[in-house]
């Protein structure tokens, strides 16, 4: 059985055991990288360029990518002239930055050393979330629905090398959210908002070919797999996270999340799952599992308010949050340290 363990309550603590407690924190912050005033409005996804040393940011009403380094903390480029910025893909062999762009709906194509705008590929409106597939260099995208005034949404599978579309998969639902890609197999696990479902997309086939209903919550959003043991979390925004078996199509269990989900995040080393979720204060739910059949709730750490877009760097030992404007306090990236 999944469940969920109790969160401990330490105001009432003495100052020396709620000190050991936060120095057990799966994730402490550790700095911020701020954002000019004028940045408002809410993030996307984060992406970054690792030997590059740099973290792209994605502020949507700025309609701009922000570029930090992440070694300093600096901004060192605002790339310009995207209409709504929401995914980035870096490709360091070729030296390319690739954004989709929901208004009015494309993937542009900047150079990775001088950030000029290199191409162009236009799609549908609402163009958005991303998964990439590092073997054929194909980028799939979630593209059109209710914003291209469409019952049906699409996936673009774009060829990054060529930079073209090289097909599209047609779904059923006007609403497509985040999806996720297997490693050792040809599946992408898709977020179908609109039906209130996961729809299961073979890429070989370049089709969808099953769907689980989702029945222990609404509003799926996010999406994380554990490819080895078989699990797939799906972040509801009705306050629930949802597991299936990837093996039987099945839910297994539902466990509390904090409402107002986005980014979701499985470290296969820890066996951790990451949240942000962006209601009230802002929280990152972080859940360990112990096995296939116990998931427990490991720790909430306060994030900044709607701070719910976030990355997850293995290989920094860092996990980074997107957090807006608030007031006369300004945007910044909270930056965690992972313990």
């Known amino acids: 059985m999944i469940q969920k363990s109790a969160f401990i309550a330490v105001l009432a603590f003495p100052v020396f055991i709620l000190s050991s407690l936060q120095a057990q924190s799966p994730l402490t912050l550790a700095e911020k990288f701020p954002m000019p005033p004028e940045v408002q409005g809410h993030f996307d996804h984060l992406a970054f360029d690792l030997e590059g040393h740099r973290l792209f940011t994605t502020p949507e009403d700025y309609k701009a990518v922000m570029v930090f380094d992440y070694t300093t903390g600096k901004l060192v480029k605002k790339i310009s002239g995207i209409g709504t910025p929401h995914?980035?893909?870096?490709?360091?062999?070729?030296?390319?930055?690739?954004?989709?762009?929901?208004?009015?709906?494309?993937?542009?194509?900047?150079?990775?050393?001088?950030?000029?705008l290199l191409k162009v590929i236009p799609l549908l409106a609402h163009t958005d979330s991303i998964s990439y597939d590092p073997d054929t260099k194909y980028l799939y995208v979630?593209?059109?629905?209710?914003?291209?005034?469409?019952?049906?949404?699409?996936?673009?599978?774009?060829?990054?090398?060529?930079?073209?579309?090289?097909?599209?998969?047609?779904?059923?639902?006007d609403a497509l959210e985040a999806m996720v890609m297997e490693s050792g197999g040809p599946k992408i696990y898709v977020n179908n908002t609109a039906k209130n479902r996961i729809d299961v997309i073979d890429r070989n086939k370049r089709a969808l070919v099953t769907s689980w209903p989702i029945t222990l919550a609404q509003k799926n959003?996010?999406?994380?797999?554990?490819?080895?043991?078989?699990?797939?979390?799906v972040g509801c925004r009705s306050g629930s996270m949802v597991v299936f078996d990837t093996a039987t199509g099945k839910e297994l269990t539902s466990l509390p999340m904090t409402k107002d989900v986005d980014d979701m995040i499985f470290d296969a080393p820890t066996h951790r799952i990451y949240a942000s979720c962006g209601d009230g204060a802002g929280v990152i739910e972080i859940y360990r599992e112990n096995d296939p059949d116990h998931i427990v709730s490991l720790a909430q750490v306060a994030s900044g308010p709607v701070g719910k877009?976030?990355?997850?760097?293995?290989?920094?030992?860092?996990?980074?949050?997107?957090?807006?404007?608030?007031?006369?306090?300004?945007?910044?990236?909270?930056?965690?340290?992972?313990?």
């Not at 959003?221 to 979390?233: K, M, P, Y």
């Open 87 to 116: 995914a980035v893909l870096y490709r360091g062999d070729l030296e390319r930055i690739y954004v989709t762009d929901g208004d009015p709906g494309s993937v542009k194509v900047f150079d990775g050393k001088t950030y000029r």
């Open 142 to 173: 979630i593209t059109g629905g209710k914003q291209a005034k469409q019952e049906v949404s699409e996936i673009a599978i774009v060829n990054t090398t060529a930079e073209k579309v090289a097909g599209r998969i047609h779904i059923e639902g």
């Open 221 to 233: 959003t996010s999406i994380a797999l554990d490819e080895t043991n078989h699990r797939l979390f």
């Open 309 to 339: 877009t976030s990355l997850l760097s293995t290989a920094l030992h860092r996990y980074f949050v997107s957090v807006p404007r608030q007031g006369s306090t300004n945007a910044a990236v909270y930056v965690y340290d992972v313990h």
